[in-house]
């Protein structure tokens, strides 16, 4: 059973995730349409069921909401993960988008890290801020125990920059996470 639910409550966030590995339905409403239409591509890409219900405070701007969705969609994964074996453990792609190429190569490593490289020239892409886009990612990796590195080669368009980068992410987990047979792919035997 590749599959997870996570609830997480705060003070400025109030979070509900559904998640299964194997592909089903894709739902999100965070609130923030760009970053909807984020996770959305995000679920269709990695070919995932994803039901994403999120209440933040807006009213302050989308940082919490952006942010704790990334921690809870972390713990969604490393819940629906188990102990990590039986998948291909890496995976990488790049994604051109118009004029911005994007890659993503990550390792399902029980070892969380973030390096990320890219440099939006939009403040805005709607109501989502152009800046939170590390910051989920780095909520992400810590939350999942993914090592995770994402880098914009090139690009002018925030829209696409990180539409791209979304859609590379999505296509590495969808690699990451396939089934290999095997055990866990490790010379110590344990992640």
């Keep these: 059973m590749r599959t997870a639910e996570i609830e997480r409550n705060t003070k400025e966030t109030q979070i509900k995730i559904s998640l ?50 990334g921690i809870a969609l972390g713990m969604a994964f490393k819940q629906a993960l188990g102990d990590m074996g039986g998948i291909n453990r890496y995976g990488s792609f790049y994604i051109p988008m118009d004029e911005s190429l994007a890659l993503c190569a990550l390792d ?47 690009g002018s368009n925030s829209h696409h920059e990180i539409e791209a980068i979304f859609k590379a992410f999505a296509h590495a987990m969808k690699i990451a996470v396939a089934k290999n047979n095997g055990g866990i792919l490790s010379t110590k035997g344990v992640l």
Excluded: W
């Excluded at 679920?43 to 405070?57: K, Y």
């Excluded at 939006?120 to 590195?149: K, Q």
């Design 108 to 154: 399902i490593s029980n070892r969380p890290f973030l390096v990320f490289k890219a440099n939006f020239n939009e403040e805005r892409c709607g109501d989502y801020e152009t800046c939170c886009t590390e910051e989920f990612f780095r909520a992400f990796a810590v939350n999942s125990g993914i090592t995770l590195h994402i880098n914009v080669l090139y």
């Design 20 to 69: 299964d590995l194997d592909g089903g339905e894709v739902k999100v409403s965070t609130g923030i349409g760009f970053f909807d239409h984020m996770l959305t591509a995000f679920g269709v890409h990695g070919g995932f069921g994803l039901n994403v219900q999120v209440t933040g405070d807006l009213e302050v701007d989308t940082h919490h909401t952006v942010e704790d969705t």
